[in-house]
């Protein structure tokens, strides 16, 4: 059984910044087996924000391109989501996933437990 455990979400205002950090009980990255986040507001669906490979080959979600970034730590099995311009809109609670094939529409069998993340003034 695959563990995820997220950490790093809070309260931010506007234009702020925050990182989350996600980590597997093992490794379950490959060249083409991702891990990634999705994030869900209250009362929509749960939307796709980043993923990324054990090779390093990423993809970002539209609504968050340019000010998210994704990024690995191989020997930790640890995923990383730095979230710069932080908007109201992107107020959800954040769940990390995988392993999932990359560019795949559908999330992988394990998830985190979540993390708030509230943007504010």
């Known amino acids: 059984q695959v563990q995820l455990v997220e950490s790093g979400g809070g309260l931010v205002q506007p234009g702020g910044s925050l990182r989350l950090s996600c980590a597997a009980s093992v490794s379950i990255l490959s060249s083409t087996n991702a891990m990634g986040w999705y994030r869900q507001a209250p009362g929509k669906q749960r939307d796709f924000v980043a993923a990324?490979?054990?090779?390093?080959?990423?993809s970002i979600g539209g609504s968050v391109k340019g000010r998210f970034t994704i990024s690995r730590d191989n020997a930790n099995n640890t995923v990383y989501l730095q979230m710069n311009n932080l908007k109201p809109e992107d107020t959800a609670v954040y769940y990390c996933?995988?392993?999932?094939?990359?560019?795949?529409?559908?999330?992988?069998?394990?998830w985190g437990q979540g993390t708030q993340v509230t943007v504010s003034s």
């Open positions: 990324i490979t054990k090779s390093g080959s990423t």
């Open positions: 996933n995988g392993p999932f094939r990359l560019g795949s529409h559908y999330p992988g069998p394990y």
